[in-house]
């Protein structure tokens, strides 16, 4: 499984301690090219501490990770040109305008200023905003400057996306709005690796993990978790998991 | 309890509160539903006499939280959005300090919280600012309730808070409720709403509606069906083409369908999917639930703008 190249993340016997306490208890798991892949679990459940190393952030204890075709433990600085990255809690820079913003982040990424004009360009003119380049963020909707925060993101044509609870506290329409735009990326080729606390969520992603206690607790499709499980809805599947 | 009317609240050129008025009734479990930047926080710190506002009229409790802010101060519990305990202090340390400046005791109204402090006791002498995101939300609320407040004042507790926590958090709430306390809460999660008394719906500084969650749904007067086929994607943006549609929404593995004429059928519905061609398509006609009638409401908002 390890080296078949339609897996983008492959992880293997992953383990992360922090000093006696186990964060991460042999993780095992695999996510597809172009695939949204779902990332759940309970708070303390070791999510953040995971998705840190596989961003090239944080030192597993032992374990395989390949991100991207990359190793983890050689070869953090092409992971990380070959990962994007969107938290709801930060994202943009408010006092600058979107074009600035757009800069920004390609220029940390060592595009040259024609392409990240390019990419801008292709960009905004995809979600419909193309005469807000000049705009000062602050000034913006939040449902814009999420879609925004999401295209900063991938403006380095990265093969993954991680997304940390892109749509916490967002009203239900542009909540629904941004995952026709993470559809819509992932119909292109690009994988998207995500968690949320909305269970609903849950269902539009193709494949999903639950994490309980530092351990990978099911990792299947939406439709076979709820089947395999007795359960009708995701939120079922959850409790039932996160309350053993 | 707490008593609003047309109240308004401008930051500069924005106007964060547009004539709000609403009533929270003694005893009440009362929900504020909203997403970010709708108005929450800022209705929050003007009950709570922390924010002047420049129009309207409000009361807590029959005081004036300009006038009487001392009163005020003295019987609500106010947990903040943001956590604002002292991270540097321990679980004990906090609750210490929140009872010596209410000049009250733990043990006095130990009743009251004991049953969320037991499950952060093993961690007492922890600095807070050590804890998990549940432990943390836990202590905030046993800080809120030591001096046995008359009104909780509680602002999107569960926000970023899993499943499971959410489910414990709303029993004790409604435990606290038992005990007489008036609770007022708010949450971007619309699925918490059906477990308040009375909720209001805030939208860009405009409460759009103030029911109890059947009243709300109520105002749903157009037919609701949910469907499903087998390519999601394909099948919601066919939704969205056809001209009897008013909005289709995903709501897990369905699409929320809302049609425009009150005479629209299952059949109607399936038989347009067939002509496009769709596999597997199942159409159910299903009564609201508050995040329907929530996006209802905006949609009806924007079209009136």
Not at chain 1, 94 to 103: A, I, K, P, S
Not at chain 1, 110 to 128: F, N, P, V, Y
Request: glycine share 8%; hydrophobic share 40%; net charge neutral.
């Amino acid at each position: 499984m390890i080296h078949d190249t339609q897996y983008i993340i492959e992880v293997e016997n992953l383990v992360k301690k922090f000093g006696s306490f186990v964060a991460n208890d042999n993780l095992t798991f695999s996510v597809k090219k172009g695939e949204i892949f779902g990332f759940l679990g309970a708070n303390g459940a070791g999510k953040t501490t995971a998705m840190k190393i596989l961003c090239g952030l944080s030192h597993p204890t032992s374990g395989k990770v390949k991100v991207a075709g990359y190793d983890i433990y050689t070869q953090k600085e092409k992971i990380k040109q070959s990962i994007g990255y969107m938290s709801q809690k930060f994202s943009l820079y408010e006092e600058l305008t979107v074009y600035e913003n757009f800069r920004f982040y390609g220029g940390i990424y060592g595009m040259t200023r024609l392409d990240i004009q390019e990419q801008t360009t292709q960009l905004l003119s995809r979600l419909g905003l193309s005469q807000y380049r000049n705009r000062i963020i602050n000034t913006l909707p939040l449902g814009w400057k999420q879609k925004l925060a999401f295209s900063v993101a991938v403006i380095h044509r990265p093969a993954i996306v991680f997304l940390d609870e892109p749509t916490g506290g967002v009203d239900p329409i542009t909540r629904r709005q941004f995952w026709d735009l993470i559809y819509d990326n992932a119909s292109r080729g690009l994988t998207v690796f995500v968690t949320t606390h909305y269970m609903d969520e849950a269902e539009y992603c193709n494949r999903l993990s639950i994490m309980v206690d530092g351990k990978i607790k099911a990792l299947d499709t939406p439709q076979g978790m709820k089947s395999g499980m007795g359960c009708a809805t995701m939120q079922d599947v959850f409790v039932a998991l996160a309350r053993n | 309890m707490i008593e609003v009317r047309n109240l308004v609240k401008r930051f500069a050129e924005v106007t964060a509160l547009n004539n709000v008025s609403l009533q929270v009734d003694d005893g009440e479990l009362f929900g504020l539903i909203g997403p970010d930047g709708a108005g929450k926080t800022t209705l929050f710190r003007v009950i709570s006499s922390l924010l002047l506002f420049d129009e309207g009229h409000v009361e807590v409790a029959g005081k004036n939280p300009v006038s009487d802010y001392a009163a005020i101060r003295q019987m609500i519990g106010y947990m903040p959005g943001k956590f604002s305990l002292y991270q540097d202090l321990s679980i004990l340390e906090n609750l210490r300090f929140f009872t010596a400046i209410f000049k009250t005791t733990l043990e006095e109204n130990y009743d009251l919280i004991k049953d969320i402090y037991v499950q952060i006791e093993p961690f007492k002498h922890r600095p807070a600012g050590k804890l998990s995101g549940g432990m943390k939300q836990k202590l905030a609320l046993c800080c809120a309730l030591v001096h046995k407040p008359r009104l909780l004042l509680l602002d999107e507790p569960t926000t970023g808070v899993d499943a499971v926590s959410r489910i414990e958090f709303w029993e004790i709430l409604k435990r606290l409720k038992q005990q007489g306390i008036t609770i007022m809460v708010s949450t971007p999660y619309m699925d918490e709403a059906s477990l308040c008394e009375r909720i209001a719906l805030i939208q860009q500084g405009q409460i759009m509606g103030v029911d109890s969650p059947e009243g709300i749904i109520k105002t749903f007067s157009k037919p609701l069906f949910a469907v499903k086929a087998d390519d999601f994607y394909s099948l919601i943006t066919d939704l969205r083409d056809w001209n009897e549609a008013l909005s289709a929404f995903s709501f897990g593995e369905y699409v929320h369908l809302t049609m425009r004429s009150e005479s629209s059928t299952a059949m109607q519905v399936e038989s347009y999917l067939f002509s496009r061609n769709h596999s597997s398509v199942s159409v159910k006609a299903i009564s609201a639930n508050v995040e329907d009638s929530f996006m209802y409401l905006m949609l009806k908002k924007e079209e009136s703008q």
